[in-house]
């Protein structure tokens, strides 16, 4: 009984009060938009768009490679059709 006798003299919140109470703080720990990024910040921005380059190249490699196994099937099925 000890241990909950805390929670007894804190007001008990609604859903809703418990909601907003949670945005302001979130709101207050939100940092402005006109701020300098910190390094964190751009490193991590740096590394999304390098992955993002990485996604490219697989992309137009991958398209490269389907050309070329259909082409690949093309050329044995006329290999096979006119021998």
Known sequence: ???NQHFDDEP???RQQYRQQNSRETEKKTPDVN???QRSAAR???E???TEQKIARLKKRLNIAILVLLAAIIVV???LFLV
């Open 12 to 14: 008990r919140l609604t």
């Open 48 to 50: 999304n768009s390098t």
């Open 35 to 37: 701020e300098p990024l």
């Open 1 to 3: 009984m000890d241990n």
């Open 77 to 79: 099925y006329l290999i």
């Open 44 to 46: 991590r921005n740096e």
